[in-house]
């Protein structure tokens, strides 16, 4: 059985010729379960191949994903570009190139491969094995280890069934398939620990994170009949609730669990003036990553985030007048 019978031959291929070469394999700002995974994942491959391998990403491992990198080398921004390493890159995860930071998306202005399951994902790289199918970069990779029929090892093995964990909300989320299971089986045959990645991921808590869920479901209201709901973050909420960006994972899904609500949205105000937004569907028909894609954003149909420089007021309400018409939409497609 062939997980990826026309990616796994293409990336057999690209993979031979990284012989002798120094690698990074960079992941996007604000890692997640699926980004941190695909790169340790990615990065133990290749060393067992022999390859020089170092992580790179602009912000730090998150404290919940810690235990997957142990023995791993990941570097910040300042450390690459003080170095001034000759590395080829490859992407994981990286829906564009911007994904990554404005300085690393420079430095590493021609990556050679990227591997990732974004539907806005053009193909950015010299190689690109793009499947939108995928629930999680690290369901593309299990796959292709497989499929080439490579040694996984426990820790690996345990980055990429976190990786897919946590993309499919514990394979709750409508991306999850058939194939995603298979794989997740395969990885627990590999050495991969279910319950040491629920413990780490959802069982281990900080009082701070509970008191910004706290802020965060405060703040939710309701618009287009209902149908969305908004929850804000002000500046400075980290600084005054004793946490960081990284606890904000999992508060948007909160808006979108709510009954009768098809949209959850998590806008998180910063000091510029900025803000940065999740976005989250019940149903893919919402295409938000359409919606993230008028604000300079992307992801997928069900799940999608942005980044803008303008007044997060203004953009609330733009924001909500761009779903209403897509739910709308929607709605009048299927009458």
Not at 36 to 58: D, F
Not at 102 to 110: C, H, K, T, W, Y
Not at 123 to 142: M, R
Request: proline residues 2%; hydrophobic residues 45%; aromatic residues 8%.
């Amino acid at each position: 059985m062939s997980f990826y019978a026309e990616l796994s031959p293409r990336f057999a291929a690209a993979l031979a010729e990284l012989s002798g070469r120094s690698i990074a394999v960079v992941g996007h700002a604000r890692p997640d379960g699926d980004c941190i995974g695909s790169q340790v994942a990615l990065a133990r491959l290749l060393m067992s191949r022999g390859a020089e391998v170092v992580c790179v990403n602009a912000d730090v491992v998150p404290r919940r994903l810690q235990f997957l990198v142990r023995g791993m080398t990941f570097l910040r921004t300042d450390d690459v570009l003080a170095a001034g390493r000759d590395y080829t890159s490859l992407f994981v995860d990286c829906a564009d190139q911007r994904r990554v930071g404005e300085r690393l998306s420079a430095r590493f202005a021609q990556p050679f491969a990227v591997i990732d399951h974004h539907l806005s994902n053009v193909g950015y790289a010299q190689h690109n094995f793009i499947d939108t199918g995928s629930a999680a970069t690290c369901e593309i990779l299990a796959g292709l280890f497989i499929d080439n029929d490579w040694t996984i090892d426990a820790q690996t093995a345990q980055a990429l069934y976190t990786g897919i964990l946590t993309d499919t909300g514990q394979f709750r989320f409508n991306s999850t398939s058939q194939r995603t299971f298979l794989l997740a089986a395969e990885l627990m045959a590999r050495g991969a620990k279910p319950t040491e990645a629920g413990y780490e991921l959802y069982e281990r808590e900080s009082m701070g994170k509970l008191h910004l869920l706290q802020r965060f479901l405060a703040s939710l209201q309701l618009a287009c009949d209902g149908r969305i709901c908004i929850g804000r973050l002000p500046s400075g909420v980290f600084a005054e609730t004793g946490t960081t960006a990284e606890d904000t994972e999992g508060l948007v899904d909160y808006a979108r669990s709510i009954d009768g609500v098809d949209v959850g949205v998590l806008i998180e105000e910063r000091p510029d003036g900025g803000v940065k937004a999740s976005l989250r569907a019940k149903d893919p028909a919402y295409r938000l990553d359409l919606i993230a894609g008028q604000f300079n954003g992307g992801g997928h149909a069900c799940a999608a985030g942005l980044n803008l420089a303008t007044d997060a007021k203004d953009f609330q309400a733009r924001l909500v007048a761009a779903l209403s018409r897509q739910i709308n939409q929607v709605d009048g497609a299927r009458a």
